[in-house]
């Protein structure tokens, strides 16, 4: 992956400390997506994680001791798959759960932050997988889990 740190810088930041684990929690402990479950995927949409609060698109945090952050801008647009983006609950609603495309999402622009993209394609590979597995209602069957991240 490759985050778009020169574009939004905050958004980044908050990204990357949670792959990380440098963010700690208010009783100290790190917090981050180690473990942490895709808790929706769509097929020809996207893939969501990052609730490492509650693991069902209900929990967030962000690393500026706030629940959530401000949209920093919507200069990068949803226009082809792979990117890294904000899940949010409306404007200014950035915290720690975000998705990656898997096909352009035109419709998303102006409404969240594109803070990346992945990189290779062997990348897109996992994404692939990931968006083909068994669903119900949205939710993977299986768990999805983020088994090791950090920062190259």
Same mark, same amino acid.
């Given at each position: 992956m490759?985050?778009?740190?020169?574009?939004?810088?905050?958004?980044?930041?908050?990204?990357?400390?949670?792959?990380?684990?440098?963010?700690?929690?208010s009783?100290?402990?790190?917090?981050g997506?180690?473990?942490?479950?895709?808790?929706?995927?769509?097929?020809?949409?996207? @893939?969501?994680?990052?609730?490492?609060?509650n693991? /069902?698109?209900? *929990? +967030?945090?962000?690393?500026y001791? #706030?629940?959530?952050?401000?949209?920093?801008n919507f200069?990068?647009?949803?226009?082809y798959?792979? @990117?890294?983006?904000m899940?949010?609950?409306g404007? /200014?609603?950035? *915290? +720690?759960q975000?998705?990656?495309? #898997?096909?352009?999402t035109?419709?998303l622009?102006?409404?969240?932050v594109?803070?990346?993209?992945?990189?290779?394609?062997?990348?897109m590979?996992v994404?692939?997988?990931?968006?083909?597995?068994?669903?119900?209602?949205?939710?993977?069957t299986?768990?999805?889990?983020?088994?090791?991240?950090?920062?190259?």
């Open positions: 490759e985050l778009f740190a020169s574009e939004v810088p905050r958004t980044a930041e908050n990204f990357r400390q949670f792959c990380t684990g440098e963010s700690k929690d009783m100290g402990k790190p917090q997506y180690k473990g942490c479950r895709f808790h929706r995927v769509i097929k020809e949409f996207m @893939l969501q994680g990052g609730d490492f609060i693991g /069902n698109g209900t *929990g +967030s945090t962000c690393i001791g #706030t629940k959530s952050f401000a949209d920093e200069n990068l647009k949803h226009d798959p792979g @990117l890294l983006s899940a949010n609950s404007p /200014n609603t950035n *915290g +720690s975000f998705f990656i495309t #898997t096909v352009p035109p419709h622009n102006n409404k969240h594109v803070f990346g993209k992945i990189v290779d394609d062997e990348s590979e994404v692939k997988k990931i968006e083909n597995v068994r669903t119900k209602n949205d939710k993977p299986m768990d999805v889990i983020i088994s090791q991240c950090g920062e190259m």
